[in-house]
């Protein structure tokens, strides 16, 4: 009997060896294994590429600067710099696709609107100022008017059974208040030597001089202007008894007393007028009065011996008469004789300040040699928008 003979799998004619396989896969596994490792390790370097190069960046902003150099390397402020200094426009005719920074877009008289840096300084210092324009409603326009559609009167109304024949009520009717703009300019010189001076700041100080004079011109004109050539200010247009009070004018409540307040209750007159104002206006309403007059209201006291007037109890809050804050803005009159020298009222639905955004400037060094003069301007108006939004309080006995 002759032995079987036994072979291996591998031996075996189309037998599969696992030995094969198995060593396939491994080399097929270590191959991937050996590329994801390749590309976290390049992935890393770009991470800590980028890091170093945040590094750099955050330390350079960090670094103190040592000059304006860096400031004067902005194309608009440059070239306005320059054009302040020598007259030199060709800087500005190079940015005039810069819409933002610059235009040189205006009527041929060798104006340019003021660079974005200076011309939000100018505006910050105006609406620091202790003018009405800090509580009255401000809207930028484009046109040379701005108008304010106010609804004034009342829908009719009546009661009516269900067969009844039913009347006709009476309609409202929609007032148009228009606000033109007037051109309010300023002309502040320097000397060609001092602008030749580089370390003066020519931009902070036309700046500076321009944001003085505005703010003194149209917080006047916001309270005492006639209208012509200028807004029209709040104390212009006629004032009435508030018991007689009709469109068009403004409401008055008498202190009681010729040039004073009541000697016996100089408070009655602050309480009569607050409430001589509408209910839906009190909540924003706010007291306009001078210095002097501040003086005088801040002694007064109530029946219990409270004083009426308390201070802000933060920095910029500003003092409260009764519960409202309170605007001292200079160019309110002074107490005398039928003077009308509080005013209160919301004056962001009672007076409405439109102006232009832009601002132009004139270099102009022939007019005042040695001298090179500035010339500013810049289109605003203002007038009354709503009439029952405001009460005065006038020194006198009726």
Known sequence: MQTPEFKSRAEVPGARDPRGEVKAALTGFLGEFAAFQS?????????????????????????????????????????????????????????ALEGKAMSSAVAADGGYLIDPQTAAE???????????????????????????????????????????????TGTPQVDRISIPLH??????????????????????????????????????????????????????????????????????????ADGDFLASDPADAIVDLVYALGARYRANATFVMNSKTAGAVRKMKDADGRFLWSDGLAAAEPARLMGYPVLIAEDMPDIAPDAYAIAFGDFRAGYTVAERPDLRILRDPFSAKPHVLFYATKRIGGDVSDFAAIKLLRFAVA
């Open 122 to 168: 100018i505006v910050g210092v105006l609406r620091s100022t202790a003018s009405i324009r800090a509580i009255a409603n401000v809207v930028s326009v484009e046109a040379s008017a701005f108008d304010v559609l106010v609804d004034h009167t009342e829908a009719g109304a009546g009661w009516a059974t269900e067969t009844a024949e039913r009347t006709e």
């Open 183 to 256: 051109e309010l300019s300023a002309l502040p010189k320097a000397s060609q030597r001092l602008l030749d001076d580089s370390a003066f700041d020519v931009e902070g100080w036309l700046a500076q001089r321009i944001a003085d004079k505005f703010s003194r011109a149209e917080a006047q004109a916001f309270l005492n202007g006639d209208g012509v050539d200028k807004p029209t200010g709040v104390l212009n247009y006629p004032k009435v008894d508030n018991d007689l009070w009709a469109w068009g004018s403004l409401g008055y409540v008498p202190t009681g």
């Open 39 to 95: 590309e976290i390790k390049s992935k890393l370097k770009e991470q800590e590429a980028q890091l170093a190069m945040l590094d750099r960046q955050s330390i350079a902003l960090s670094r103190p600067h040592l000059s304006r150099s860096a400031e004067a390397e902005i194309p608009h402020k440059k070239a306005f710099a320059a054009y302040l200094r020598t007259g030199d426009d060709d800087g500005l005719r190079g940015l």
